[in-house]
């Protein structure tokens, strides 16, 4: 048996070829995917006309942090903020798994638990806004409105339209495979 080592080189060659073309199909998925969030979140804090909407993503079971965020005002950044892990439990993000959408006008007002408010006053959140992203493998990550400068009132149309930005999320194609 003869070893020809153009034919050894050509192997190597296309192997790292293909594995150069996987990781630019990843990029470019990651990239589109990153647009579509940016897009959506900028939409949204425009048409509510709220101080910051943020993606929270879940990056393991109701572990997450805020990965994109669109503000009005720099200050009101939260960029890479994560949740108490004694608030958001196993109880909480079955809700949000059911659909439950959460609208708190004022967290001063609002009847909610005494880390919650915490949290959010933390956050800078005067208003809260919280729309889940289910794919059909779970809990992808929560869409996330907040007034920061004061109490806001909810209608159903920013409702209906924080759960269309989240419904256009979770049927993208690079969000289901990502």
């Given at each position: 048996?003869?070893?020809?080592?153009?034919?050894?080189?050509?192997?190597?060659?296309?192997?790292?070829?293909?594995?150069?073309?996987?990781?630019?199909?990843?990029?470019?998925?990651?990239?589109?995917?990153?647009?579509?969030?940016?897009?959506?979140?900028?939409?949204?804090?425009?048409?509510?006309?709220?101080?910051?909407?943020?993606?929270?993503?879940?990056y393991s079971q109701w572990?997450?942090?805020?990965?994109?965020?669109?503000?009005?005002?720099?200050?009101?950044?939260?960029?890479?903020?994560?949740?108490?892990?004694?608030?958001?439990?196993?109880?909480?993000?079955?809700?949000?798994?059911?659909?439950?959408?959460?609208?708190?006008?004022?967290?001063?007002?609002?009847?909610?638990?005494?880390?919650?408010?915490?949290f959010l006053r933390n956050?800078?959140?005067?208003?809260?806004?919280?729309?889940?992203?289910?794919?059909?493998?779970?809990?992808?990550?929560?869409?996330?409105?907040?007034?920061?400068?004061g109490p806001h009132y909810?209608?159903?149309?920013?409702?209906?339209?924080?759960?269309?930005?989240?419904?256009?999320?979770?049927?993208?194609?690079?969000?289901?495979?990502?």
């Amino acid at each position: 048996m003869q070893i020809h080592p153009h034919s050894e080189f050509n192997q190597n060659r296309d192997r790292r070829e293909q594995g150069l073309q996987k990781l630019l199909d990843r990029l470019v998925k990651s990239i589109q995917r990153d647009e579509l969030v940016r897009q959506t979140t900028n939409q949204l804090r425009e048409s509510l006309q709220v101080d910051r909407v943020v993606l929270y993503y879940f990056y393991s079971q109701w572990e997450g942090q805020v990965t994109f965020e669109s503000l009005s005002s720099q200050e009101f950044s939260i960029l890479g903020s994560t949740g108490p892990d004694d608030c958001f439990n196993n109880e909480y993000a079955a809700l949000y798994l059911a659909g439950r959408v959460r609208a708190i006008a004022d967290i001063e007002l609002e009847p909610i638990q005494p880390c919650h408010r915490d949290f959010l006053r933390n956050l800078q959140a005067r208003a809260n806004l919280v729309v889940p992203i289910v794919i059909p493998r779970g809990l992808w990550g929560l869409l996330v409105a907040h007034q920061c400068q004061g109490p806001h009132y909810w209608s159903p149309s920013d409702i209906k339209m924080m759960q269309t930005g989240a419904q256009t999320l979770a049927t993208d194609r690079n969000i289901l495979e990502s």
